[in-house]
């Protein structure tokens, strides 16, 4: 048996959250429902111009990474932070959830800040993302441990993190060393206008070393460049094994072995869309590591998702496990 059964790859950051109206918006130069990359002296004007905020650790694969963790998988995450007070809070969050966090730190004097993402929630529900990477943009392959790599069943990686000058080379190292002992590859792809900037590197690995892919409506249509929602999706099962598509309050598209089903949403008060997508992922990995059918594994992906948008921040605050049982998903 392998030490973990998903590794995480990706953004290391502390998640600002704070509540306002759309007009709030408009005034502060926010596009609304998308995350937008920013400075740290934007950073630092914008935090100014919030009202009361919660700082939670964060981070795209994080939080898919904590949620494995809070549901009992044995997991690890790789992403850099520096040696300053929100490295220490995201460091502390997530060994607290129960995964393993040994990155190296950024240390005290090295350029740049642990990362941060002002997170704008309206009051539909809807996140507006504004994202300083700081030094957890500077993941490189000295970040990477081949041997944690190697032992495990799966590595996930994390599309935000194509934005940095030697993540894809760290990237690359972790999946040679993860596919060399026989390891899976899971691929999120974050954003659509992520997929904008990476579109040829994404295809190129989508094509020849991902086992599964993550995405949602508007990424699957970004990825293939077409508005035929059902083409793209028939396209991404030609070129992947699995796929898992969310598609808000439609729930999932799972597609395995070039079969289409899917994975009904559950109805909730929607009060912070932020880490829908990345606890679905949570849930979807730890059903299959843990021998779930695919439709099976979907389903649970809905319920977590559901779970996250009923309330503020991105981790778990119900019992998973409970909710799946209750849905008589285990």
Same mark, same amino acid.
């Given at each position: 048996?392998?030490?973990?059964?998903?590794?995480?790859?990706?953004?290391?950051?502390?998640?600002?959250? /704070?509540?306002?109206?759309?007009?709030? =918006?408009? +005034?502060?130069?926010?596009?609304?429902?998308?995350?937008?990359?920013?400075?740290?002296?934007?950073?630092?004007?914008?935090?100014?111009?919030?009202?009361?905020?919660?700082?939670?650790?964060?981070?795209?694969?994080?939080? &898919?990474?904590?949620?494995?963790?809070?549901?009992?998988?044995? &997991?690890?995450?790789?992403?850099?932070?520096?040696?300053?007070?929100? $490295?220490?809070?995201?460091?502390?969050?997530?060994?607290?959830? *129960?995964?393993?966090?040994?990155? $190296?730190?950024?240390?005290?004097?090295?350029?740049?800040?642990?990362?941060?993402?002002?997170?704008?929630?309206?009051?539909?529900?809807?996140?507006?993302?504004?994202?300083?990477?700081?030094?957890?943009?500077?993941? +490189?392959?000295?970040?990477?441990?081949?041997?944690?790599?190697?032992?495990?069943?799966?590595?996930?990686?994390? *599309?935000?993190?194509?934005?940095?000058?030697?993540?894809?080379?760290?990237?690359?190292?972790?999946?040679?060393?993860?596919?060399?002992?026989?390891?899976?590859?899971?691929? /999120?792809?974050?954003?659509?206008?992520?997929?904008?900037?990476?579109?040829?590197?994404?295809?190129?690995?989508?094509? +020849?070393?991902?086992?599964?892919?993550?995405?949602?409506?508007?990424?699957?249509?970004?990825?293939?460049?077409?508005?035929?929602?059902?083409?793209?999706?028939?396209?991404? *099962? +030609?070129?992947?094994?699995?796929?898992?598509? /969310?598609?808000?309050? %439609?729930? #999932?598209?799972?597609?395995? $072995?070039?079969?289409?089903?899917?994975?009904?949403?559950?109805? /909730?008060?929607?009060?912070?869309?932020?880490?829908?997508?990345?606890?679905?992922?949570? #849930?979807?990995?730890?059903?299959?590591?843990?021998?779930?059918?695919?439709?099976?594994?979907?389903?649970? $992906?809905?319920?977590?998702?559901?779970?996250?948008?009923? %309330?503020?921040?991105?981790?778990?605050?119900?019992? =998973?496990?409970? =909710?799946?049982?209750?849905?008589?998903?285990?």
């Amino acid at each position: 048996m392998k030490k973990y059964q998903v590794v995480g790859i990706g953004n290391a950051m502390v998640d600002v959250l /704070t509540r306002a109206e759309d007009g709030f =918006l408009a +005034e502060a130069g926010i596009e609304k429902g998308i995350m937008q990359l920013i400075d740290m002296e934007r950073a630092v004007a914008l935090y100014g111009q919030i009202g009361p905020a919660r700082e939670i650790s964060g981070g795209s694969a994080a939080n &898919t990474i904590a949620g494995i963790a809070q549901l009992g998988g044995r &997991t690890a995450y790789v992403g850099k932070v520096k040696d300053d007070q929100l $490295g220490a809070i995201f460091a502390h969050d997530l060994r607290a959830q *129960g995964a393993d966090y040994v990155t $190296g730190l950024a240390p005290k004097d090295a350029d740049g800040e642990t990362g941060r993402c002002i997170v704008v929630v309206t009051p539909d529900g809807e996140r507006s993302m504004n994202t300083y990477l700081g030094v957890t943009e500077f993941l +490189e392959p000295s970040d990477i441990d081949p041997n944690m790599m190697a032992d495990a069943e799966w590595i996930y990686l994390e *599309g935000y993190r194509f934005d940095g000058p030697d993540s894809h080379a760290a990237f690359a190292k972790a999946i040679n060393a993860c596919k060399g002992r026989g390891g899976k590859v899971a691929l /999120t792809l974050s954003d659509p206008f992520c997929v904008e900037r990476h579109r040829d590197a994404f295809r190129m690995m989508i094509r +020849e070393d991902v086992d599964l892919l993550f995405c949602n409506r508007a990424e699957m249509l970004s990825m293939y460049q077409t508005d035929d929602f059902d083409a793209a999706l028939k396209q991404a *099962g +030609e070129e992947v094994e699995l796929v898992a598509c /969310t598609d808000s309050e %439609h729930g #999932a598209h799972i597609i395995s $072995g070039r079969v289409r089903r899917h994975a009904p949403a559950v109805a /909730t008060q929607i009060v912070d869309a932020t880490g829908a997508g990345d606890l679905f992922a949570g #849930a979807f990995l730890w059903g299959l590591v843990n021998g779930y059918d695919a439709e099976t594994c979907g389903r649970m $992906g809905c319920v977590a998702a559901s779970e996250i948008i009923s %309330h503020i921040g991105a981790r778990p605050e119900a019992d =998973l496990k409970a =909710l799946f049982a209750k849905h008589q998903l285990i």
